[in-house]
Nanobody, 117 residues
Framework: QVQLVESGGGLVQPGGSLRLSCAAS????????MAWYRQAPGKQRELVEL??????????NYANSVKGRFTISRDNAKNTVDLQMNSLKPEDTGVYYC????????WGQGTQVTVSS
């Protein structure tokens, strides 16, 4: 009954912004560390890269490639984890997923982000 649903992706020009949201159900969300991952075109789900993490206490970490451009946040009252993406680059293109880092829940379908002119 655990479910993760990602939303907010779309097509954006380089330099633009998107805000992704992940809605979780079937878990005690507030006690879990959470993360955003992305899968570049042509890559398998098993090889997704870790983009950003946020602990149950709100501590954040980011991949070097997105540091200073992306911000991860959570709203425990709504069981959501968001990813604000600014100054987007073509290399940010991919399918974005949320999940629990290092001890994954069942994966959602992800949300497609395409950065292209």
């Amino acid at each position: 009954q655990v479910q993760l649903v990602e939303s907010g992706g779309g097509l954006v020009q380089p330099g633009g912004s998107l805000r992704l949201s992940c809605a979780a159900s079937g878990i005690i969300f507030s006690i879990y560390n959470m993360a955003w991952y992305r899968q570049a075109p042509g890559k398998q789900r098993e090889l997704v890269e870790l983009v950003a993490t946020i602990t149950s206490g709100g501590s954040t970490n980011y991949a070097n490639s997105v540091k200073g451009r992306f911000t991860i946040s959570r709203d425990n009252a709504k069981n959501t984890v968001d990813l604000q993406m600014n100054s987007l680059k073509p290399e940010d293109t991919g399918v974005y997923y949320c999940n629990r880092p290092f001890s994954s829940l069942p994966w959602g379908q992800g949300t497609q982000v395409t950065v292209s002119s």
